[in-house]
């Protein structure tokens, strides 16, 4: 459009230079073919747009919003129309209460209040790109700067609306997933009639108050406490066993002892016990007396 409206004017400049004069003759005839080039570059370079992939444009003239889409590619439009693009990939917006890593600027997380009445710190992360048919009613609705007019507001009002009906502590931990579908469904509804399709929501962390952490670690340090003793408990009662056992086989071998041998035995055993001692390095004078037959070692040392 920049273009055309320069070759105009130059052309008007063209055809106000006198013709009679010799002098502005030839400057006249240049500005006129100068203007007519920059025209034609102008016509050329307003009735062909490009439309990049990912990406879809939706055509105004004069203010008024036409109903079709142009999508990726070479297009013939009329020079007069102007295109706005709307990037159709996949989008995340992120608010976190870490400093500069969320879309705004500082600590942007979500703030809440639970059913338990405490505040718990809420980081989200949303997926989300435009349908492209809807595109234009985009456009015509709310204008390019969807991201500040509707993904932000609704997603921060349906999380704290649905964080009610939860305590802090389930919120945290068992309930954690059942919260997240529930927002999901919530704002999906939400963007899908504002013409934007949620792709995914993402509860990043959950951050509950100090006093609920503390407690929290407290409880979970006693269960921890609980199972060492009943592991202890166990050890205990295994070794409790095992010495009855052996209390047991050692009163058994003794019964049996007791009950079993005879004297000709106990003289066999006897006799082997002193073959030992006999070829013992250590035994040095054996002497039997004539009764017992009960060895007496001397030794040198």
Aim: glycine share 6%; charged share 25%.
């Amino acid at each position: 459009m920049f273009l055309l409206i320069l070759g105009l004017i130059i052309l008007i400049v063209g055809f106000s230079i006198p013709r009679n004069n010799p002098r502005m003759g030839g400057t006249s005839i240049v500005l006129k073919w100068i203007a007519v080039a920059i025209i034609g570059i102008g016509v050329l370079t307003s009735t062909i747009k490009q439309i990049d992939v990912g990406e879809v444009g939706v055509k105004s003239l004069f203010g008024k919003v036409q109903p079709d889409i142009l999508e990726s590619g070479l297009h013939m439009v009329n020079p007069f129309v102007d295109i706005t693009t709307f990037d159709t990939k996949t989008q995340n917006y992120t608010m976190s209460s870490v400093h500069d890593e969320g879309d705004q600027a500082g600590g942007d997380a979500i703030r809440v209040l639970t059913a338990d009445g405490l505040e718990v710190v809420i980081d989200l992360t949303v997926l989300y790109r435009v349908i492209d048919k809807e595109a234009p009613r985009i456009l015509r609705e709310m204008g390019t700067d969807y991201r500040n007019k509707i993904v932000r507001p609704i997603t921060r009002t349906k999380i704290r609306d649905n964080a009610v009906y939860y305590d802090a502590v389930s919120l945290y931990s068992v309930k954690r997933d059942e919260f997240q579908d529930r927002i999901f469904k919530t704002i999906e509804a939400d963007f899908k009639a504002r013409g934007l399709m949620l792709e995914q929501l993402l509860v990043r962390n959950i951050n509950l108050p100090e006093s609920v952490k503390l407690a929290i670690e407290s409880k979970i340090n006693a269960e921890q406490e609980s199972q060492k003793m009943q592991f202890v408990l166990a050890k205990e009662r295994q070794e409790a066993d095992r010495k009855r056992v052996e209390a047991q086989g050692i009163a058994d071998y003794q019964k049996i002892l007791s009950t079993g041998l005879t004297d000709k035995q106990l003289q066999y055993e006897l006799i082997k016990a002193q073959k030992d001692i006999a070829l013992s390095p250590n035994a040095k004078v054996i002497i039997l007396n004539g009764r017992s037959n009960t060895p007496i070692m001397l030794s040198d040392k």
